[in-house]
């Protein structure tokens, strides 16, 4: 059975980075569907516009911080979300949407839909 994937496009300019991320998971799983079946990928491909002028609500720019790891004993970066935002506020969106999407098997091929411009 094949899967009828569209794309849906999703405008970020002024509106709340979790309620951008939270609409592209549902796009992602395939919820707004009426055959939705939660071991099944069938949803749809998803572009996200003008991430950069997306708001964000609270004192997150400041207090909130991505952490990386280089594996190396002392490797731990971190990155405020305002650092973020100016250089790459794509990887801010991306780890939100991917934090919204249950971990099973599915999702690595369901983020692999997901387009940031």
């Known amino acids: 059975m094949s899967v009828n994937r569209e794309t849906q496009t999703i405008d970020a300019a002024g509106k709340k980075l979790g309620r951008v991320a939270s609409k592209a998971a549902q796009f992602l799983r395939g919820k707004h569907k009426p055959d939705f079946n939660p071991r099944e990928d069938r949803g749809d491909f998803v572009e996200i516009e003008n ?57 690595d091929d369901q983020m692999k839909r997901l387009k940031i411009g």
């Open 51 to 107: 991430v950069k002028e997306m708001e964000v609500s609270g004192k997150k720019l400041k207090q909130k911080i991505y952490y990386s790891h280089s594996g190396y004993p002392g490797g731990i970066k971190e990155k405020s979300m305002k650092e973020m935002m100016e250089k790459e506020p794509e990887e801010i969106m991306k780890k939100a949407v991917a934090g919204m999407l249950p971990d099973t098997k599915l999702k």
